[in-house]
Nanobody, 117 residues
Framework: EVQLQASGGGLVNPGESLRLTCVASGFSFDGYAVSWIRQAPGKELEWVSTIRWNDETTFYRDSVKGRFTTSKDGSGNTLILQMNSLKPEDTAVYYC??????????RGQGTQVTVSS
């Protein structure tokens, strides 16, 4: 069974950092584009970033460029999102998902990120 599990969220002050991870079980990310997406309360699902697993090319939405970095570890099944200089508007549930575009039908359970003073 294909499963994606995101973790690492929490409550932080503006300007602080968090590191999210997403572990794939039942398969490897090899050959896929893998994305981080998020959903804030009362808002639509929003794409955050994508990495092409095999060549590590990355893409980011404008509002997170220079602050967020998506990468992979050497295992082939762990996706990372390093989030620095967090802002209140980054508050959302973050998910990892297969693919690089909507509808992101294959996504796992999310992790809550709250940025507040």
């Amino acid at each position: 069974e294909v499963q994606l599990q995101a973790s690492g969220g929490g409550l932080v002050n503006p300007g602080e950092s968090l590191r999210l991870t997403c572990v794939a079980s039942g398969f490897s990310f090899d050959g896929y584009a893998v994305s981080w997406i998020r959903q804030a309360p009362g808002k639509e699902l929003e794409w955050v970033s994508t990495i092409r697993w095999n060549d590590e090319t990355t893409f980011y939405r404008d509002s997170v460029k220079g602050r967020f970095t998506t990468s992979k570890d050497g295992s082939g099944n762990t996706l990372i999102l390093q989030m620095n200089s967090l802002k209140p508007e980054d508050t959302a549930v973050y998910y990892c998902a297969l693919g690089g575009s909507f509808p992101f039908t294959q996504r796992g359970q999310g992790t809550q990120v709250t940025v507040s003073s």
